[in-house]
C-alpha cells in the first residue's frame, strides 16, 4: 500500500485508475461465469473478493489518495465490488441449481425395480381367506373344531352312513394309510380324511348338544392336479346340533355367511343333492358376486365368474341324518341339526378370479405376493 499522500498532491495510483477498476471487475465477471461447478466457483470467489484480490488490493489503496480523490475512487472501486458480488451471488444461485437437478436425477430411486433385501414372508391366501371364513362363524357364536388328518376309517365314512360299498370308499378315491376295512381283518382302515365331515361325528361324541363347530382343514382325495382339482386341498365344515333346527336355519346362516364375505345384497339357493349323511341333501349356490344374476339371458353381458349362470356352486349340505345322530350319541327325538361344507381352493378361485387352481399350490409367490403381506 502506497504511504499516506499528506502534502494533498493529486496522487496517480496505477490500480484506482478507471480503466483498472473496470478490467479487475471484467476478470472477475469473466471468472465467475466460466466457473463450471461449486468447487470452481469457490476458487474465483478467493481469487477475485479475497483479502489479497485485486480489488481488495485497489480499495485498500483508496487511504493514500488526497481527500478530494477519495470520494471518486471509493464510489468506483464500490461499484465494482457490488458489480462482482452480485455476479458471484447469481452464478451461485445457478450452479446450486444445477447440482440440485443433477442430483435429483443422478440420486434417483426406482421404487419399481426389484431389490435384494430378503422380504417379509407372509400367510398363504388360503389360509388367511379359510380364517376369514371361520371368523364368520366365530362371530355367531360358533366354536373353531379339529380333527386328525390321518382318521379312522369310522370316522370317515361309517360314523357318517356311507354303507361299506359306497363308491367313496374305493381306493381309487380315497388313500387308505392302512387297508380298507376288513382287508387285514381290521375293524375299521386308516385314511387320508376325504373330507372335513368326520369332525362332525367327533364334535358330537366329544360335546353334550347344543354343538356348534365350525372346522377348517386339508383333505385328500386321489384327484389328478389340474386346473379345478388337486389332491390335497381345504374344505369348512359347519355344524349346529340344538332343538328344533330347520333348514331355515341353514339358510339363515349361510346367507349371513355369504353376505359377510361378498356383499349385503348376496343370497343363497338351495337345489337336491344326495349326501348319506343328511337328509335331506343339497347343493347349495350363491347369488354371482360380480354380475348379480343380470348375465343371464343376456348375451350383451356375458359374466365369466358365474358363466352366465348367476349362480356360483358353494358345497353341500343339509339335515344331519338321524342315523348320524345316534350313532354319535345324539337323541333325534330331541335334537336335529344342520351340516355345511365346502371347498376352500374353488371359493379362492371365483373370489379373485384364479383362473388355474395349480397356481394355489406351486408355491411361486408372484401368485401370493398380489394378496398383500396379511399376517
Ligand atoms: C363333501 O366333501 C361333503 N363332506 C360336504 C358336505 C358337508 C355335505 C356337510 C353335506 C353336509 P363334496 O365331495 O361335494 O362334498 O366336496 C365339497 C367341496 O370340496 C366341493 O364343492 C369342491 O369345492 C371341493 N372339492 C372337491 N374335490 C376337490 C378337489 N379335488 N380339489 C379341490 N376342491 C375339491
Request: include cysteine; proline fraction near 7%; hydrophobic fraction near 40%.
Amino acid at each position: 500500500m502506497s504511504a499516506p499522500n499528506k502534502s494533498y498532491d493529486p496522487v496517480e495510483v496505477e490500480a484506482l485508475k478507471p480503466e483498472a477498476i473496470e478490467r479487475m471487475r471484467d476478470e472477475a465477471l469473466a471468472a465467475f461465469a466460466a466457473a463450471d461447478s461449486l468447487d470452481a466457483l469457490q476458487e474465483a470467489k478467493v481469487a477475485h473478493t479475497g483479502g489479497t484480490s485485486p480489488l481488495a488490493l485497489a480499495n485498500r489503496e483508496i487511504g493514500a489518495l488526497p481527500p478530494q480523490a477519495k470520494a471518486a475512487a471509493g464510489k468506483l472501486v464500490g461499484q465494482a465490488r457490488g458489480a462482482v458480488s452480485k455476479a458471484l451471488a447469481g452464478r451461485q444461485t445457478e450452479l446450486e441449481a444445477e447440482r440440485d437437478t443433477r442430483v435429483l436425477v443422478e440420486e434417483a430411486v426406482d421404487v419399481t425395480l426389484p431389490y435384494d433385501r430378503a422380504r417379509a414372508g407372509a400367510r398363504h391366501p388360503l389360509t388367511t381367506f379359510m380364517e376369514r371364513v371361520a371368523d364368520v362363524f366365530v362371530s355367531m357364536g360358533y366354536e373353531v373344531a379339529e380333527g386328525p388328518e390321518v382318521e379312522a376309517e369310522w370316522f370317515n365314512f361309517d360314523a357318517l352312513n356311507f354303507t361299506p360299498d359306497h363308491p367313496a370308499r374305493q381306493m381309487q378315491d380315497t388313500f387308505f394309510v392302512e387297508g380298507p376295512k376288513g382287508t387285514a381283518g381290521d375293524e375299521s382302515g386308516v385314511v387320508l380324511r376325504t373330507h372335513t365331515s368326520p369332525v362332525q361325528a367327533r364334535s358330537m361324541l366329544d360335546r353334550e348338544p347344543p354343538v356348534y363347530i365350525v372346522c377348517p382343514g386339508r383333505v385328500y382325495r386321489t384327484d389328478e392336479l389340474d386346473a379345478t382339482h388337486t389332491p390335497v386341498f381345504h374344505q369348512i365344515e359347519l355344524l349346529a346340533i340344538d332343538e328344533g333346527l330347520t333348514m331355515a336355519d341353514l339358510k339363515g346362516t349361510m346367507d349371513h355367511m355369504v353376505q359377510s364375505l361378498f356383499g349385503s345384497d348376496m343370497k343363497t339357493r338351495l337345489r337336491p343333492n344326495y349326501f348319506p349323511f343328511t337328509e335331506p341333501s343339497a347343493e347349495m349356490d350363491m347369488l354371482c358376486y360380480v354380475c348379480k344374476g343380470t348375465s343371464v339371458g343376456n348375451p350383451d353381458r356375458p359374466c365369466r365368474t358365474c358363466s352366465s349362470e348367476g349362480w356360483i356352486e358353494l358345497g353341500g349340505c343339509g339335515m344331519v341324518n338321524p342315523r348320524v345322530l345316534v350313532a354319535c350319541g345324539v337323541d333325534p327325538e330331541k335334537y336335529s341339526g344342520f351340516a355345511f361344507g365346502f371347498g376352500i381352493e374353488r371359493m379362492l378361485m371365483f373370489r379373485h378370479n384364479v383362473e388355474d387352481m395349480r397356481d394355489m399350490v406351486e408355491g411361486d409367490v408372484r401368485f401370493t405376493r398380489p394378496f398383500g403381506m396379511e399376517i
